[in-house]
């Protein structure tokens, strides 16, 4: 049953535990995310980058995501990712996202407030004001869609997200929500998008001050790599909602690089292949699932 995000995060957090975010780049992915989902029991929230929301075929993603999580037997929520581009985000709206994180992260302080502030005029506007709105304070090294660089100077996601120049500054907190009316924070503690430079190292201190500063529910991007009790113990500092997308797509593409030869050579054995990717993504997930459930 498809679910606002808001409410979705919130009713896991009275339970002490968190709800994990997949991006899916594709629906044989989403499709083993709710499949997962229903087998937990737990609700699971179906993520699309904006590279995808911005093309034709990105937008038919989005309407057969919603049809999926409006069949789900367990609540489902589908978000835009880390969107900056306010007719990319109305397009990915009408399409059937329900929510929607804008992230100003990469901006100076006034104009984050006021990216996220115009885009909520503009949905308002549309007749959509009731998208739900996640914000981001802070700045993640890395790429959400890469999960590392490709030359020697290109750094992404593979960061150790120990600058303290990038963390969330836990005094901008409630000026920040009260001018925005986000209704989740996406925060940056030491976690980074893609693959972690060395062991993950959260900075607990500046979590739980933030956790003291507002109410909304705080949302902890770049999970992929952090060890289960660290996600945990971030779930007991208001921590709702957790972002997976490097390892979720790892495993799938060393499953396909494992087993295209020989699924080709069975007579181009496309239908087998796709359950493997389906088990591997469904198992990531079931793991995830469990994880932030405890």
């Known amino acids: 049953m498809r679910t606002r995000l808001d409410a979705l995060v919130s009713a896991a957090l009275q339970q002490g535990s968190a709800v994990p975010a997949f991006t899916c780049y594709d ?11 229903e087998e937990a029991g737990r ?37 835009l990712d880390h ?7 109305a397009e990915a709206v009408t399409a059937g996202a329900d929510s929607v994180l804008v992230d100003g992260s990469s901006l100076p ?45 290109d750094g992404a996601g593979s960061a150790s997200g120990e600058d303290p120049s990038g963390l969330t500054d836990s005094a901008q907190v409630e ?35 933030i956790a003291v500063r507002t109410r909304i ?15 945990v113990k971030a779930a007991a500092m208001n921590v709702g909602k957790v972002n997976f997308n490097t390892e979720l797509r790892t495993g799938v593409l060393a499953v396909l690089e ?20 389906d088990a591997s993504a469904r198992g990531f997930a079931a793991t995830a699932l469990a994880t932030l459930s405890r």
């Open 258 to 277: 494992e087993q295209t030869a020989a699924h080709r050579a069975d007579g181009e054995n496309l239908q087998a292949l796709l359950g493997l990717w």
């Open 217 to 231: 529910p705080l949302v902890l991007h770049g999970a992929s790599g952090i060890p289960a009790a660290e996600l």
């Open 83 to 89: 969107a900056t581009d306010p007719q990319v985000i």
């Open 109 to 153: 302080y006034e104009e984050n407030i006021a990216l996220v502030r115009g885009v909520r005029a503009d949905l308002a506007a549309q007749g959509n004001a009731d998208v739900v709105i996640e914000a981001e304070l802070g700045g993640l090294a890395g790429d959400e869609d890469r999960a590392f660089g490709t030359g020697a100077a």
């Open 27 to 37: 629906f044989t992915t989403a499709l083993a995310v709710v499949a997962a989902a």
């Open 43 to 79: 609700g699971a929230i179906l993520l699309v980058a904006p590279k995808t929301a911005a093309t034709p075929n990105g937008l038919r993603l989005i309407a057969a995501l919603r049809g999926l999580a409006d069949a789900a037997g367990v609540p489902v929520a589908v978000q």
């Open 175 to 209: 000026d920040f929500v009260a001018r925005t009316g986000a209704q989740l924070l996406a925060v940056a503690v030491g976690n980074v998008h893609g693959k972690y430079k060395g062991e993950p190292r959260l900075r607990w201190d500046v979590l739980q001050d």
